[in-house]
Each structure stands twice: as C-alpha cells, then as structure tokens.
C-alpha cells in the first residue's frame, strides 16, 4: 500500500509561483508512474501532469504547458509541480497519484490509470 502525501499549497497572487510536492511511503517509488490532477468546485478532476517511471518522460495538459513542470527524485521517493504564472483558473485541490506502467513508456493520464491518491493540497490563485 502507498501512501502519498502532498505539501506546498497556498494563496498566491496571478503571475506567481508555487512548488507542490507528493512524498511517498510504504512502497517501491520507482515502481509507479506519477501524476498531478486537479479539481475545482463543482468540476470533474483533470488531468494536469505526469512523469514516467525513469523520469524521462512527462506529459502536461494543454492548459499548463509551458507553465508547470513536473520532475521526480527516485532517491527521495518525491514528485513535484513547479508551477509557475499561475492564474486564476488554476485554483484547485491539487493530488498526487501513483500509478503502475512500463519503466520507459509514456506516463498514464487518466484517473482510472492511477491506483493510489493523496489527500490533496489547496492552490488558491487571486487576481
């Protein structure tokens, strides 16, 4: 069983910057995928970033390419989400997941793709 637990949320204003992080315990980190979703009042959860086993490789919606960057530290069982020229419509609960997939292929990008989730972390961005 993996247990993730996310930090670095806050209040922000537009244009700022915030680094999450999801440390993880109770497993092999390096057997997961990771990935970053989001879910604002009254919306689905989405789909912000993912980052592969080995690191290699990572995916990032549309809406925060070029804006957020996720890395991961193997040794340290840690993601993180730099995100940087938040705006506005990026306040949400932010959650980690760790999700099983090849050691080199793409990272998962579904929700249902992901087998553990943290309990989340609030971004709260003011214009």
């Known amino acids: 069983q993996v247990q993730l637990v996310e930090s670095g949320g806050g209040l922000v204003q537009a244009g700022g910057s915030l680094r999450l992080s999801c440390a993880a315990s109770?497993?092999?980190?390096?057997?997961?995928?990771m990935g970053w979703f989001r879910q604002a009042p009254g919306k689905e959860r989405e789909f912000v970033a993912a980052?592969?086993?080995?690191?290699?490789?990572?995916h990032s919606a549309d809406s925060v390419k070029g804006r957020f960057t996720i890395s991961r530290d193997n040794a340290k069982n840690t993601v993180y989400l730099q995100m940087n020229s938040l705006k506005p419509e990026d306040t949400a609960v932010y959650y980690c997941?760790?999700?099983?997939?090849?050691?080199?292929?793409?990272?998962?990008?579904?929700?249902?793709?992901?087998?553990?989730w943290g309990q989340g972390t609030q971004v709260t961005v003011s214009s």
């Open positions: 997941a760790a999700g099983r997939s090849s050691w080199s292929g793409p990272p998962p990008q579904r929700v249902h793709e992901y087998d553990y």
């Open positions: 980052i592969n086993r080995s690191g290699g490789r990572t």
């Open positions: 109770g497993g092999i980190f390096s057997f997961y995928a």
